[in-house]
């Protein structure tokens, strides 16, 4: 089966740094995005990886193993308003997106 | 400059009166996917249509149905809610076979059951 693990819940302070871990395992594979949800709201795209390595894009920068069926998202100078779910959704051989159940993310002042 | 536009945005229908969500775009964009998401929940594929094939997902239940009439819109009809079927839904759209561009999402419709 299909399978995309990230954790539950992260708490991190506000200025800080936090680094938000996806594992997948999918039949196939055709890039991983990661999707910013924050509550009572759709999904805004952050980022895409489909090559191995570190894609930035000010703050917020992804990475993506593809051997190790891996990637994080890392949110730098963390802002109040990054509070939010951080979604990990994988794209497989039947261009179907896969998600993950999200991470909550709690900033604290 | 809303892309992907879904009417309303909060649904309120009473227990197995049907109800329809509307979804328009005005990014052309080939596919066109309606999700199901409930609280702390992944967002669930319920259909999407890859131009005007539409593909069903195994588990989306026969209480729900979809249309899209031309490239622009589509539309989720939910025959006899329950009140399971309060959730948000989203309306995605993406151009497969480009690049894998990301899914522009609409801002969805939270559907309640009363």
């Known amino acids: 089966g299909q399978n995309i693990d990230q954790p539950t819940e992260m708490t991190a302070t506000e200025g800080a740094i936090v680094q938000i871990n996806c594992t997948y395992q999918?039949?196939?594979?055709?890039?991983l995005f990661w999707y910013q949800q924050h509550a009572g709201e759709a999904p805004t795209f952050l980022s895409y990886?489909?090559l191995d390595g570190l894609e930035e894009k000010g703050r917020f920068s992804s990475f993506l193993s593809r051997s190790k069926g891996y990637s994080y998202l890392l949110l730098k100078e963390l802002q109040m308003k990054d509070s939010a779910s951080y979604l990990c959704?994988?794209?497989?051989?039947?261009?179907?997106?896969?998600w993950g159940a999200g991470t909550k993310l709690i900033i604290k002042p | 400059d809303a892309m992907v536009i879904q009417n309303p945005r909060y649904q309120v229908t009473q227990f197995g009166k049907p109800v329809t969500l509307s979804c328009s775009q005005t990014?052309?964009?080939?596919?066109m996917y309606w999700y199901q998401q409930k609280s702390s929940q992944a967002p669930k594929l319920l259909f999407h249509?890859?131009?005007?094939?539409?593909?069903n997902e195994a588990d989306t239940p026969d209480n729900f149905q979809s249309r899209r009439p031309n490239t622009s819109f589509c539309f989720l009809d939910i025959r006899s809610p329950g009140l399971g079927d309060a959730a948000m839904y989203l309306c995605?759209?993406?151009?497969?076979?480009?690049?894998?561009?990301?899914?522009?999402f609409g801002d969805g419709t939270r559907l309640s059951i009363l």
């Open positions: 990014l052309n964009h080939n596919v």
């Open positions: 995605a759209t993406s151009t497969i076979g480009q690049n894998n561009q990301p899914q522009h």
């Open positions: 999918t039949s196939g594979f055709n890039g």
């Open positions: 959704a994988v794209l497989d051989s039947n261009y179907q997106l896969i």
């Open positions: 249509y890859y131009d005007k094939d539409f593909n």
């Open positions: 990886n489909v």
